[in-house]
């Protein structure tokens, strides 16, 4: 990644792609965790867009973070993006993600190939391998090239949440289970390690219990009564907008705290999730 001195603004992005603009690009249109991350630091988008889990009509708020929502256009998500409402917005710069093997994610292939021969685009890569640390990296390292600050505070805050999360983690380590409600009958189980942010936990030394292996290479797909039969101390469900409500699946005892698997990539957001996870271990903990 380079800015050049003449004006030009260049970008190489995680698919090994150079993106070059004339100019420092200011209209920035993103996917919706990702636009958020960039508002933490200080870059507020034109618009953002979902992927096709999410609701075409309206954002998911578990993915927004601070993002200005009645002020903010939303193109839709997934098959039912309005390329042309996108283009029509005048963007100079398209922010997107691939969770490997450079597939634009949330946009479909011809959507991507037709709106990268118009508009620069950069794809960061958030898939496996990933460590949450490299992925904010990398991000950072886009908002710096667009002409965003350090923010020492925001810095501050994730160091002293990570000091936290270790402490709470403690030599006795309570069993976390991270997991998406499919259904009724159904619950997917997270692998710990095929996630960024569950990975750095484990990192900070939270127990986070692993299910069996067997298919799937990010979900265990399982019933309730064998994910209640691994004894959970406190439970990480996902709040997106395409899990199911936990309800009292794994009984009205066992504690449980939102989890949002597409964290915006910020210091603030990774600090405030640190910082909850912490708080809920300091509760639980014997």
């Known amino acids: 990644m380079a800015q050049r001195a003449g004006g030009n603004w260049e970008f190489t992005d995680d698919r090994d792609h150079l993106v070059r603009a004339a100019r420092r690009p200011s209209r920035l249109v993103a996917y919706v965790p990702t636009g958020a991350a960039l508002h933490d630091h200080g870059i507020r988008p034109v618009g953002i867009f979902g992927s096709a889990h999410d609701d075409p009509a309206l954002p998911d708020p578990a993915k927004t973070g601070s993002l200005p929502l009645t002020a903010l256009p939303y193109f839709g998500a997934g098959p039912a993006l309005d390329l042309d409402a996108l283009l029509a917005a005048r963007p100079d710069l398209v922010v997107a993600l691939t969770y490997g093997g450079g597939q634009v994610y949330g946009i479909?292939?011809?959507?991507?190939?037709?709106?990268?021969?118009?508009?620069?685009?950069?794809?960061?890569?958030?898939?496996?391998?990933?460590?949450?640390?490299?992925?904010?990296?990398?991000?950072?390292?886009?908002?710096?090239?667009l002409g965003a600050a350090p923010d020492s505070a925001a810095d501050a805050e994730l160091t002293a949440a990570e000091r936290r999360l270790t402490a709470a983690a403690g030599p006795v380590r309570p069993r976390v289970l991270a997991?998406?409600?499919?259904?009724?009958?159904?619950?997917?189980?997270?692998?710990?390690?095929?996630?960024?942010?569950?990975?750095?936990?484990?990192?900070?030394?939270?127990?986070?219990?692993?299910?069996?292996?067997?298919?799937?290479?990010?979900?265990?797909?399982?019933t309730w009564a064998e994910a209640a039969a691994l004894e959970p101390d406190l439970v990480l469900t996902d709040v997106r907008g395409n899990a199911a409500p936990l309800g009292d699946a794994l009984g009205p005892h066992v504690p449980t705290l939102s989890w949002n698997p597409e964290l915006p990539p910020s210091a603030r957001e990774h600090a405030r999730f640190h910082t909850a996870v912490a708080e809920a271990l300091e509760a639980v903990r014997p």
């Open 108 to 145: 479909d292939p011809e959507a991507a190939k037709h709106l990268e021969e118009q508009v620069p685009l950069v794809v960061l890569d958030v898939g496996g391998g990933r460590s949450l640390t490299g992925i904010r990296d990398r991000l950072t390292a886009l908002a710096r090239s």
């Open 179 to 222: 997991l998406s409600p499919a259904g009724p009958d159904s619950v997917h189980l997270a692998r710990p390690y095929a996630w960024p942010d569950l990975a750095a936990l484990a990192g900070f030394g939270v127990g986070l219990v692993d299910p069996a292996p067997g298919q799937g290479a990010n979900w265990a797909t399982t």
